[in-house]
């Protein structure tokens, strides 16, 4: 099945590459605006990632993709932050689920917190 998945990927990696990018995008905003507590304006988005179109994605992805659209019409729904807040982990972990599946993702750096090396001041 996962050979199968990936060939569809493979096949439709233009497209694909497209509509993450819009998934990545719509759910970096959702992850932004929660932080600065617009709780409309994360409604308004999670709105627009269910409402995106799951067809074109190739073999296999119907289901996680179907959990992705379910996730964020539940965040659409939220009425306080502490819901918004639990709604976007649901998000991202639906996000994470399907990019498992396929062994694919994108590549991400990890962030580095300003450390103070030894020998410098206020060490």
């Known amino acids: ?24 995008r719509l759910a970096s905003a959702l992850q932004s605006e929660v932080i600065h507590g617009n709780l409309d304006v994360v409604r308004q988005t999670a709105t627009r990632l269910s409402s995106l179109p799951t067809e074109t994605f190739g073999v296999g992805l119907e289901e996680p993709l179907e959990h992705l659209k379910e996730e964020a019409t539940a965040l659409a729904s939220a009425t306080t932050l502490s819901d918004a807040t639990a709604g976007l982990a649901k998000v991202g972990a639906a996000c994470g689920v399907c990019h498992l599946q396929l062994s694919a993702g994108p590549p991400i750096r990890p962030i580095r917190l300003n450390r103070r090396r030894p020998g410098r001041a206020g060490s």
Request: proline letters at 4%; charged letters at 20%.
């Open 1 to 24: 099945m996962l050979i199968v998945c990936i060939a569809g990927v493979i096949a439709h990696a233009e497209p694909i590459d497209e509509r993450m990018e819009t998934h990545w």
